[in-house]
Nanobody, 119 residues
Framework: QVQLVESGGGLVQPGGSLRLSCAAS????????MDWYRQAPGKQRELVAS???????TYADPVKGRFSISRANVKNTVYLQMNSLKPEDTAVYYC?????????????WGQGTQVTVSS
């Protein structure tokens, strides 16, 4: 079992920056791949960025070059640095921890944090 708590969301002007944090507890953090998802009103939840247990990263096309995901295993925390924010980045951002078992993928979710980009 993993418990995830996101923080760092808020209201920011276009072109601004925010850093989201996701603190994990309850299991061996370093064994999990960590993802950030987002869900805008009326839209499906979408994957934004991923960081594997070994540290490799991937990004969705809309955020490439603007967002950066990182992890600090000693702090059981994953971060999402968001720069050059746009109004279309407005969404609830969710942290996800996942790993694969012989029976399939196991997922854990945080409660989400609101990011609003507006002037």
């Amino acid at each position: 079992q993993v418990q995830l708590v996101e923080s760092g969301g808020g209201l920011v002007q276009p072109g601004g920056s925010l850093r989201l944090s996701c603190a994990a507890s309850g299991s061996i953090f370093s064994m999990y791949a960590m993802d950030w998802y987002r869900q805008a009103p009326g839209k499906q939840r979408e994957l934004v960025a991923s960081i594997a247990s070994g540290g490799s990263t991937t990004y969705a096309d809309p955020v490439k070059g603007r967002f950066s995901i990182s992890r600090a295993n000693v702090k059981n925390t994953v971060y999402l640095q968001m720069n050059s924010l746009k109004p279309e980045d407005t969404a609830v951002y969710y942290c996800n921890a996942n790993y694969y078992t012989p029976f399939g993928r196991q997922d854990y979710w945080g409660q989400g944090t609101q990011v609003t980009v507006s002037s």
